[in-house]
């Protein structure tokens, strides 16, 4: 099996702060590796270090094949970097912005302006290419951000919280541009808090807290880890809520939870015959259902089952039993703003210095 990114035990120290403490990490080359966890769990700093931004105090990291301490520009030329929040130039244009990367990557002007158009076309920016991108929403700002970290054609994407402060819609731009660079070969590690992110887009999970790995393997594997599956039953009319919960409770001996959606009855099960078992108990009672499921775990519950706590956006589950109680995390560690390049500090966007298709 090909691994674009591997690590083995990596540690890092901020004073007495143990940021990662042993770290294994493997993508493999043309897929999307999720590193999930809360704020403060060591995401950002093992992208630094496997952007060659720091250097780990012990263990060791490749990327392509080539060691991030000991052959930190080679690793350059195959990577790119986009940090939490979008860091394009405001006064500049699209265009501008995109030109610039090239021309610092060292691409003729003409080379420069065809990457630019080209990448502007990719993210449907084309027709805002002429404007500052001061006058860009969110998602836009977001997406001329990944096209400026596209410029040098890097092989290995980093995505560091991607979509932190992005509303849905924007959300779901920037996991379709992310779709089309794994469906290109390029293959991303994404790091997230978002469980539903992890779900949706990555091929295999690695699950980090308090700087160590808790969990690893696919979204599959990792929900059938956490246990049961549960039914869900939403009664077409409120006024079955109170049967439906005793039907439910009858049937696992376990008091269902609704979630933010009150309408919603959910209960752990492990007997695959509930579902039908359910349907002949509804049907008995003449309760009409509008929503009827057996599904496993959500990446939530995973979270929790691994870590013992909720992730951060986890929603609130209310329960006629006390839920686990949350675990605040501590600040994550501020995204770099910056690299070194052979030549000397560039933007976070020049960490791919390929000048040439």
Known sequence: MSYAVQAEGLVKRFGETVALDGVDLAARSGSVLGVLGPNGAGKTTAVRILATLIRPDAGQATVGGYDVTHD???????????????????????????????????????????????????????????????????????????????????????????????????????????????ADGVTVLLTTQYLDEADQLANEITVIDHGKVVGNGTPSQLKAKAGAQRLEIRPLHAVDLPAVATLMRDLTGTDPTTGPDEGLLSVPVNDPAALSAAVRHLDDARITVGELALRLPSLDEVFLAITGHQSESAPARRSSTPSAPSIPSTPSTPSAATTRSARGTTPTHLTSERSRA
Do not use: C
Not at 108 to 134: I, N
Not at 142 to 162: F, I, K, T
């Open 72 to 182: 930190a520009h080679k690793v350059r030329e195959l990577i790119g970097l986009t940090g939490q929040y979008a860091s394009v130039d405001e006064e500049l244009t699209g265009t501008e912005n995109l030109v610039l990367i090239g021309r610092l990557l060292e691409l003729s002007r003409r080379d420069a302006r065809a990457r630019a158009k080209e990448l502007l076309e990719r993210f449907q920016l084309t027709d805002a290419g002429g404007r500052p991108a001061s006058t860009y929403s969110g998602g836009m700002r977001r997406r001329l951000d990944l096209a400026a970290s596209l410029v040098g054609r890097p092989a290995v994407l980093y995505l560091d919280e991607p979509t932190t402060g992005l509303d849905p819609h924007a959300r779901n731009e920037v996991w379709d541009v992310i779709r089309g660079l794994v």
